[in-house]
């Protein structure tokens, strides 16, 4: 047992790596960025009270077990930011480190590789809701730092709201939300009018 034991205790060390990878997601208005494991936590608790105030006809294990799993891949790959041209590879290597964590002596959740694609590729209502909240909270936190992100990185309001456009669909009020917050942004200063 003590074998095992320790199989686990390291395991679960591995995943305690992803508290080592910084976002560009400035929090309580600016002060610091946060790391890919308080992202996964707000995630988490962010997609169970949306879809318990929208009152969405979703499960609420599988949504959390999706929000908790998300950024595993990170731990490997570190955090693309969504603006970053390189973008469209990083779920390559998120991917790897999944299955290197799925494959871990320790790891006890034999489905970790599954739901990690689900999330990445699905289109169940879990699914559809991780990812509209996974892009409403750094907006939520750009608009709260005056657009801290966006400013240094030069972002411009295209971006942001071709990034954002797949949430009309399924989310009309919180897309409404979102422009209307795009535009305050635009007006602050805090987003490049293009």
């Not at 979703?58 to 891949?73: N, P, R």
């Not at 779920?91 to 970790?112: F, I, S, Y």
């Not at 990812?131 to 992100?149: A, C």
């Amino acid at each position: 047992m003590s074998s095992n034991l320790t199989d686990i205790t390291n395991y679960l060390l591995e995943l305690d790596a992803l508290k080592l990878i910084n976002r560009r997601t400035y929090l309580d208005g600016g002060l610091r960025v946060e790391n890919s494991a308080e992202h996964s936590w707000h995630l988490a608790m962010a997609c169970w009270t949306i879809a318990r105030s929208l009152k969405l006809d979703v499960s609420e294990e599988k949504l959390l077990k999706l929000a908790l799993i998300h950024d595993l891949g990170e731990i490997d790959a570190g955090d693309t930011f969504l603006y970053d041209t390189r973008r469209g590879d990083a779920h390559n290597a998120e991917r790897e480190g999944v299955k290197r964590l799925e494959a871990h002596n320790g790891n006890a959740v034999t489905e970790l590789s599954t739901l990690w694609e689900e999330q990445e590729t699905g289109t169940s209502p879990e699914t559809k809701l991780l990812k509209v909240v996974d892009r409403l909270l750094p907006f939520l936190h750009n608009i709260n730092s005056e657009g801290k992100t966006w400013r240094e990185s030069d972002v411009k309001r295209s971006q942001v709201a071709g990034a954002h456009a797949f949430i009309a669909t399924d989310f009309p009020e919180i897309h409404a939300w979102l422009t209307q917050q795009l535009s305050l942004a635009v007006q602050k200063g805090w987003l490049i009018d293009a």
